[in-house]
């Protein structure tokens, strides 16, 4: 059946072309726990801008990036994908609001603003757009 040759050579040309394209920096992205099937998130998703963090570098929230060249989702499976506790080190919960580590949302908006330097969000439902 051609057609499916067909089909398979155009998979095979975008596969070369994505793995050519220079990095593309998303100017949003809604986050979400949907990717765990057992699990009923609480709040709803988080939309995060680029644009309001320029002046923080890369590597303070892609922390991985100087060992792995790759710029990785934060629930990437092996990173912070534990959504069932919140205290362990690879806890959902704990990467986005723990109070000591200034790379969580919380802690560094929490920073900023203890420092007056900003109004980054803090109240739950700032960051957790109810649907
Ligand atoms: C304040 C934290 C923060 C800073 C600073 C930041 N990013 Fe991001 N970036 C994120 C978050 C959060 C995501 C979404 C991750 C997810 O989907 O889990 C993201 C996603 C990305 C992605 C897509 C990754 C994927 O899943 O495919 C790229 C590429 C990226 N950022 C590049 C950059 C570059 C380049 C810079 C510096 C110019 C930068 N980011 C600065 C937090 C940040
Ligand atoms: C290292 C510091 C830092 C980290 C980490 C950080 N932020 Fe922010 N965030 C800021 C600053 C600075 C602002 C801008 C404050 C202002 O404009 O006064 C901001 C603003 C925001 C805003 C309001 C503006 C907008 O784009 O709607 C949202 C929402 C937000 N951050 C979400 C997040 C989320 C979600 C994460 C974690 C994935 C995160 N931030 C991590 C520093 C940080
Ligand atoms: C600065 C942004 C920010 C603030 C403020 C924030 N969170 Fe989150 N939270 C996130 C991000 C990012 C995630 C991961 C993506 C997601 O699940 O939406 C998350 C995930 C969660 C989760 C796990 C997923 C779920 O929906 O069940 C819970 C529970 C949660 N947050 C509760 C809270 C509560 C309660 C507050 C207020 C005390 C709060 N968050 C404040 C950014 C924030």
């Known amino acids: 059946m051609k057609h499916f040759g067909l089909a398979a050579v155009s998979v095979l040309a975008m596969a070369a072309s994505v793995a050519a394209a220079p990095m593309q920096m998303p100017e949003s992205v809604t986050m979400s726990t949907q990717q765990f099937s057992d699990y009923t998130p609480k709040k709803g998703p ?12 890369c590597v303070t929230c892609h922390h991985t990036v100087p060992d792995t060249y790759t710029f990785q989702g934060c629930m990437s499976e092996g990173c912070h994908d ?9 806890s959902v919960y ?25 109004d980054a969000p803090l109240a739950c439902n700032s960051c957790h757009i109810k649907e």
Do not use: P, W, Y
């Not at 534990?82 to 690879?90: G, L, P």
């Not at 704990?94 to 330097?117: E, N, Y």
């Open 82 to 90: 534990n959504i069932a506790t919140r205290t362990d080190e690879n």
């Open 46 to 57: 988080v939309t995060f801008n680029h644009a309001s963090h320029m002046d923080v570098s």
């Open 94 to 118: 704990r990467a986005f609001h723990t109070g000591q580590d200034k790379r969580s949302c919380v802690a560094c908006h929490r920073d900023i603003k203890k420092q007056g330097l900003g």
